[in-house]
Structures are given as C-alpha cells and as structure tokens.
C-alpha cells in the first residue's frame, strides 16, 4: 500500500537547536515535498526534490536545508531553531504525471 | 500575495444538512484544481480533481464544479455525516505534471454537529 511516513510525530526542542525531519515513501515516486502549514495559511513549500540527491528550493527555504539521501527518504534539517519555526510539517510524494500527491500525517514541531 | 482563497473560513451545520464550500483564485496558469480533507492532526487526502474549462465531478456526497473563466471552484457535500468535521482545502496546480506548483488555500473547517 502506497505510503508517506514522517518521523518523529512530535518534537520539542530550544531555539538554537539541531532538528531532523525524516521522510520516507514507499511509492517509488520520484518526487518529494516539504511542506509547513500555519495557521491562516495554506501549506507553504519549503523544499523539494526530483530524486535522489537532487534538491530544489521551494517558496519559504530560510533556516531550512533538506537531503535527498535515496528515492525513498527525504530529510528536512533546521540547524539553528527559532521559534518561528513552529509549525506543522508535512512531506508528501508524487510521481510525474497528474495523480494526486501523497502526504504523510505530519510533524509537530514546537521551538520554544 | 494570496493566490488562492477559501470562503467561508468555518462552518458549523447539523448532521443531515448540505454545505458548499467556495474557492476564488487567480492563479495562472490554472491546469487543475484539487479538493483535499484533512482531519484534525492528520494529513490531507485528496477528494476530487477538476481539469476541464468548466467541470463538473462527484464522488459520493461530495461533488465540486470548476470555472476556469471565473476562477471559481465548489465543493458541495450532501447529508452531512460527524465524519465529514474536518478541514477542506482547495489547491490549484499550475502544470499537469510534478513540474508544476501546487498552490494552496488556508482551508475552511467544517464541523457536523449531532
């Protein structure tokens, strides 16, 4: 069954912090996404990715740097934490033609 | 700039009774519009997906209709379940292909009271 599985769910860490995002699908998809959504927002695109070790930026990339280490994972890193980086996270993963993206169920992360 | 917006932003109607959700944007190109849900804490799930100049789709009690001269997409859903409490988001992909930009609403939560 096609998956997008995000870890960890939750997270809580300092401003100043080192944070890992992980994504991995399992669509053989070639496309990922990362994505935050804010209150009053829509989801906004932080980075994105056709493939393995290819990375494009998205609308909102500062603070943020992502790796794509294989086809199935997809990694977002914020080295330095600020709480403006409180959000909802999502990762989701697409293949080339009109289907529907795939998303996972989210990461909370809270800087305090 | 908000390209996409939703109306209203929160809805509150009893189990049994229709509802329509609005969507204006002004994104261009506009290949395709897309309804997704999103319960509360989890990720969004696609309803519908809309192509043509003037479209039309259904799918259960939920069915959507698309004016790409308006710019104006509906999500209408019939006899409303507790289930259907969620957030309903409207995105505009600008390509037909993972290429484009998908360009999203802020949604409009939806409640089903008993």
Known sequence: EAAVTQS????VTVTGGNVTLSCRQTNSHNYMYWYRQDTGHGLRLIHYS????NLQIGDVPDGYKATRTTQEDFFLLLELASPSQTSLYFCASKDYNNQA???????R???L | KTQVEQSPQSLVVRQGENCVLQCNYSVTPDNHLRWFKQD?????VSLTVLVDQKD??????????LDKDAKHSTLHITATLLDDTATYICVVGDRGSALGRLHF???TQLIVIP
């Open chain 1, 109 to 111: 992360l809270s800087v």
């Open chain 2, 56 to 65: 039309k789709t259904s799918n259960g009690r939920y069915s959507a209709t």
């Open chain 1, 8 to 11: 960890p769910r939750n997270k």
């Open chain 1, 101 to 107: 993206p795939l998303f996972g169920e989210g990461t």
């Open chain 1, 50 to 53: 056709y493939g393995a070790g």
């Open chain 2, 40 to 44: 509360t804490g989890k990720g969004l």
């Open chain 2, 105 to 107: 609403g802020a949604g």
